[in-house]
Structures are given as structure tokens and as C-alpha cells.
């Protein structure tokens, strides 16, 4: 009777523990990939048609203010870690020639893949730890799906940013459903990184989407770039209408952010957008959908942060979230809104050092309600596109989103206000 009575005992555990497993929410991780706030519809573009993203952030928890980094290795590496570049210790996409580690050539990756290993936290990880099925898609720098944690992807060779996951959208969705359709088979919840190589260059959009810009932009390269936002837009509808035909879609939650910015009319030859501290490269959307779960809602005031997404996701998966994140759930209304700054760092494209974020630093940005002060860091950017202040800038966001007054010599008390938050945070000295 003893053993039998155990035997029940275990079979309610289990149960229980599969019920709760199963009630767990799938997740889907949309990274758009060099595209501006401005870039989509429901932030005010009518040049772009952006449908189905329009469509998901009117089902979601909405932050028109989000920030990210300004170019995307270290912005992937703060999905992946939770932590800002200067501690994750991805500043840039390459390391420099002269750099200390490796051979110091641009072909040896593998000291920025241990750098990245060497975090507290790789997501991927953590959730497959916690009994999600997960898989990569896209860009991933550096590393391989594996050797962060992921139960299956794309990218099976270390290299620079992604190699055959950057197949995934441009060539269609088939690897993502093939492995959803795996993961209802094992009746396990799923967690998937789609970070396509779009609108990213190179700008090759399909001919039936060119056709609707052709003539219609400020430049020639700039119609190419909207087509490509549509075609990426058209990937994230057929990504969703897969979850509603399968019924997936009432216990799957979507999240949305793109990796930082573009200057969509004269690409490399514009500025103020990528590798730059300005909005057109760190300002982003970032959206929650749980239909039923998560009510919908505009938030056009609170502060948004890409180191907000790890905390976020591990919480819906019941995982646990490390105590060095300072990262919030997104989710967490009440958190989200009492939090009033967040940081931003732009960093050369190259690094120069691993063990010294410091040397590789253009500028440090804290965010502060709507204030926005941008310090010079004591590196020079090495591409001629990214855009970085001489001197300290400070610009009130809400009455000049798109930063053309500084403000820095007028408002002396505010400059210093921000200077202390930003030392708090992370101080040179």
C-alpha cells in the first residue's frame, strides 16, 4: 500500500508539474534589423506601410520609447545577457586590428565569443534550462546557436553575424514552422529569436513591393529601404497568421523591438542614425502581445530599455532572472512607470579593447524623463556615418523629438542633474 501510495504521489508531481509546464507561455522575439522609431505607420510615417506591425503593437503593451544601442552586435548581446555593453563586454561588431586579444585581426572571433560566454546570463539558455524547446533564426554575432544555449537554429558555425540564419525571412519562414510543428509534437512551450536580416542591406526587395515606392521617396535608396520595411512587415504577418491558423496564437507572446536605427534616405552617407547616440539610432518601439493575457495600451511617456527584454521574457517563462540584471518586465506597469532614466552607450564599430569598454566609447546617454543628455566619450567613431557631439548636448525630447536645439548651455542645472544619474550608472572616473 506504502509503495502504491507513493507511486500516486509521483504521478500528481509529475502532473503538476507538466500542467504548469504547458501553461507557460510560448514566446516569439521579433528583432527588426536597422530600422528607425520613425519607420513604421503607427509612429506617424505615411511614406511606409507597415500593416501587420501596426496591427500587433494595437494588440500589445505599447512603448513608443524604447531604447536600444546603436549598432547591432552589442545591441544582441544586451538581448542575450541583459546588461548594457560597458559589463556584457560587447562594445562593437569587430575587434580592431590593434586590439590586445586573439591575433588581433578581424578573423578571430573567438575571444568575443568568450567574452559573451563568460556572462551570467545567456537567455537562451536560461529558458531551455527552465524546459523550452528554443531556436534561432537570423543574426546571432559571433557565436552559434549551441554555444548559447538554444535547442536548435540556424546558425551552426561561428562566424560574423549569422551565416545560414540569415536565410530565415528573405527565403521565407518554413524553418520556423517546421520547428513550432516539433515542439507541439513534444508538447513542450517554444521560445524563438527571429532577428532577420531585414530591412538590413543589402536592399533587395521583392520587384512587386519596389514598385509600389518607385518615385515616391526622397531618394531612390530610400524607396528601396521602405520596400524592404514592407517586405520584413509582410514575414511578421505570415509569422502571426501561422500562430492563428494553428491556434497557437491566445498562448504565445509576442515581443517586438528593432536592434537601433537607419538613416532610411542616404543610408552610409547620412548620419545621426546608426553608430550614433542620436534618436534616429537608439530610439525604437517595443511592444508585448498576450491576447487576454497582457491588455493592450499606447504608451507614449515611459521609458522602454532593451535591458528590459531578458527580465521580461524569463519572468513569463517562470525562469529565473539573475540578481545582477537591472533590467524591468515590461509587463510590470507599475515598475516601468516609477522608473525614470534609462542609458544608452555608443561605442566604435571596432573594439579595442575586451577587458576596456571604456576605450572604445563615443558618448554615454542617460535619458531622464524627457531630458536627454549626451557626454562624449573619450573615443572617436572610425566610420565616417556615425554621427557623435564634440561637446555635452542636452535636448528636451518632448518638445524636439528630433534633437535641433541643444540646450546644454541654458540649462546648466539640468546638464548637471544628468551627469549625476549617468555617474551612478556607470562613472569614467
Not at 501553461?23 to 522609431?37: K, T
Not at 521560445?191 to 531585414?198: D, E, H, T, V
Not at 528601396?224 to 509582410?234: L, N, R, S, T, Y
Request: aromatic share 8%; net charge neutral; hydrophobic share 35%.
Amino acid at each position: 500500500m506504502k509503495f502504491l501510495t507513493t507511486l500516486v504521489l509521483h504521478a500528481i508531481l509529475f502532473a503538476s508539474a507538466y500542467g504548469a509546464a504547458a501553461e507557460r507561455p510560448n514566446i516569439i522575439l521579433i528583432i527588426s534589423d536597422d530600422q528607425s522609431f520613425t519607420d513604421y505607420n503607427f509612429m506617424g510615417n505615411e511614406a511606409v506601410k507597415t500593416p501587420e506591425i501596426d496591427r500587433l503593437a494595437s494588440e500589445s503593451l505599447l512603448y513608443t520609447r524604447g531604447y536600444v544601442m546603436p549598432v547591432c552586435s552589442p545591441s544582441l548581446a544586451c538581448l542575450l545577457t541583459g546588461k548594457l555593453p560597458h559589463r556584457h563586454g560587447i562594445t562593437g561588431n569587430d575587434l580592431a586590428k590593434t586590439a590586445p586579444q586573439g591575433d588581433g585581426g578581424r578573423a578571430d572571433r573567438h575571444p568575443l565569443v568568450q567574452r559573451l560566454l563568460d556572462n551570467s546570463l545567456l537567455l537562451p539558455k536560461a529558458l531551455s534550462d527552465a524546459g523550452y524547446l528554443t531556436f534561432q533564426t537570423g543574426k546571432l554575432w559571433n557565436t552559434t546557436y549551441e554555444e548559447v544555449g538554444f535547442t536548435g537554429g540556424m546558425t551552426g558555425k561561428e562566424g560574423r553575424h549569422g551565416g545560414d540564419g540569415l536565410a530565415i525571412g528573405r527565403k521565407g519562414m518554413q524553418p520556423i514552422y517546421d520547428f513550432i510543428e516539433g515542439a507541439q509534437k513534444q508538447q513542450k512551450p517554444f521560445f524563438i529569436w527571429y532577428a532577420p536580416l531585414m530591412p538590413h542591406d543589402p536592399h533587395t526587395p521583392p520587384a512587386d513591393i519596389l514598385k509600389k515606392y518607385a518615385g515616391k521617396g526622397p531618394t531612390p535608396a530610400a524607396e528601396k529601404f521602405h520596400a524592404m520595411i514592407e517586405w520584413f512587415d509582410q514575414t511578421c504577418g505570415e509569422l502571426d497568421a501561422y500562430l492563428t491558423d494553428k491556434k497557437l496564437k491566445e498562448n504565445t507572446v509576442v515581443i517586438y523591438l528593432a536592434d537601433n536605427g537607419w538613416n532610411g534616405p542616404k543610408g552610409y552617407k547620412g548620419g545621426r542614425a546608426k553608430l550614433s547616440p542620436y534618436e534616429g539610432g537608439i530610439r525604437t518601439p517595443m511592444f508585448v502581445r498576450w491576447p487576454g493575457q497582457v491588455e493592450p495600451l499606447r504608451d507614449d511617456n515611459t521609458l522602454a530599455s532593451i535591458i528590459d527584454i531578458a527580465p521580461t521574457i524569463l519572468k513569463l517563462a517562470g525562469a529565473t532572472i539573475p540578481s545582477d540584471l537591472h533590467g524591468l518586465d515590461l509587463t510590470d506597469r507599475k515598475a516601468m512607470t516609477d522608473r525614470k532614466s534609462v542609458f544608452v552607450e555608443a561605442y566604435t564599430h571596432d573594439i579595442a579593447n575586451l577587458k576596456q569598454p571604456q576605450l572604445s566609447l563615443t558618448a554615454q546617454v542617460v535619458i531622464h524623463e524627457n531630458y536627454k543628455l549626451i557626454i562624449p566619450g573619450p573615443a572617436q567613431p572610425d566610420r565616417a556615418f556615425a554621427t557623435t557631439p564634440e561637446k555635452i548636448e542636452l535636448y528636451d525630447l518632448k518638445s524636439d523629438p528630433l534633437e535641433t536645439t541643444n540646450l546644454a548651455t541654458k540649462l546648466p542645472e539640468v546638464v548637471a542633474r544628468l551627469k549625476a544619474i549617468q555617474n551612478a550608472e556607470w562613472d569614467l572616473k
